[in-house]
């Protein structure tokens, strides 16, 4: 059995282009998240409680309209090859989970935000979840039309 290199793994240079250089702020790390949408959008993720399978939008926003702080995240940008049906299953759990708390924080009129996850893999083996802005006009009015949104990006 060979030895995994996970800091090639979580190799940042290795990241998905809406994310920028990493930069040490306020005592955490953070990165640029680019992206087009409202400044609701941002809002309403940043009032999201902590939850450990969602990606943390930082308060303020970077100069650059479209531009929040992501926190830092050990993504594994490398993923070691296909996933076990008890890995899928796990993953499901834990993004359900998130969209759980997101039912249950956010207000009805701001649910269609949360219309296209982005789901990573972390190095230890877990889900992590984003957001990219929504263009829906469709407004979920309860779980099974939030999944369907979800479902359908």
């Known amino acids: 059995m060979s030895a995994v290199d996970w800091g090639e793994r979580a190799d940042w240079n ?15 790390v953070v990165a640029p998240y680019y992206w087009k949408g409202s400044d609701r959008f941002a809002e309403a993720w940043d009032r999201l409680p902590p939850h450990p399978h969602l990606l943390r939008l930082r308060p303020g926003r970077m100069k650059m309209p479209g531009t929040s702080r992501l926190q830092y995240a050990a993504i594994d940008w490398q993923p ?5 049906a008890m890995m899928l299953a796990a993953w499901t759990i834990q993004v359900a989970d998130v969209f759980r708390v997101i039912k249950r924080e956010v207000v ?3 649910l269609a ?21 929504s263009d829906s006009t ?3 009015r309860d779980e099974r039309s939030l999944a369907a949104l979800v479902a359908s990006r």
Do not use: C
Not at 117 to 131: L, Q, S, W
């Open 108 to 110: 009805e009129s701001d």
């Open 113 to 133: 935000l949360f219309g296209k996850p982005m789901i990573y893999i972390d190095i230890g083996g877990a889900a992590r979840v984003g957001f990219a802005p």
């Open 80 to 84: 070691r090859g296909p996933a076990t």
């Open 138 to 140: 469709t407004e979920p």
């Open 14 to 28: 290795h990241r998905r282009g809406e994310l920028g250089e990493l930069r040490y702020e306020d005592g955490e």
